[in-house]
């Protein structure tokens, strides 16, 4: 989970190596994945490793999801979802500081069944839990964090992702989008909503560089060291765009 508090980041690191534990199972390890505080020290969040760990198995199972993914984890994916968590904290925290409006927990339930089902459903989620020895409760704290930060976008993006007829129409006739073969009326709302989280993604983007200047992030040297990319994890079918924006739990 993250750990909210005064925490002093320079001694954070120096007990990385020896502070890991993994269960009887093998499968989760703990110990600090990065800081982020303000510039004067205040408000710091640990985010852990072992939330770097269970939001990177839940990427993998959404793109893979004929299997649970309990195996080593390459070490370009954690830490790409290490600076997924670092931009979620950095808004989250930047929410609680400028006092927008609080979740309400109708908020939270909502981003707690988009976690559902971008991995099948409840019950299958409980299934992946129990596999990789995780908690209902670390569940719960995705979506709230999730739901502070969809406050804070809500407020700060408005008008940022709307996609016009014209839009839609000049990109099917460019034919540079993932919908090839498909006819216009076909591809008209899935091209919609792939342009629509494209332009979400680059407005978050900037507003996470911004944050950035204003914050104070520390990673763990480890991870600072890992390439900033990706392997590929998106599922292959185009058409799953239909279904809506896709949500990274």
Known sequence: MFLIGCVLAS?????VARSQATTPGGIRADGVAAVVRGRD????????????ELRARLLLLRARPERVPTGPIPIRLLRTVTDEL?????IAREAQRVQVATPTNADIGRERVRIEESVGGASRLRAFLQAVVGSEGEIDEMAERRAWVNIFLTLNLEGATVVTDADVIRVFESGQHPFLGQSL???REPIRVWLSRGAMERAVSRWVAVL????VVRIAPDLERAE????????ADPRAARRGAAETP
């Open 11 to 15: 001694a954070t690191f120096g007990s």
């Open 41 to 52: 020290g205040s408000g710091a969040v640990v985010i852990l490793r072992s939330d770097v």
């Open 86 to 90: 670092v931009g979620e904290a950095l």
């Open 185 to 187: 009326e076909e591809a």
């Open 212 to 215: 950035r200047t204003r914050n």
């Open 228 to 235: 900033d990319v990706a392997p590929e994890i998106e599922v």
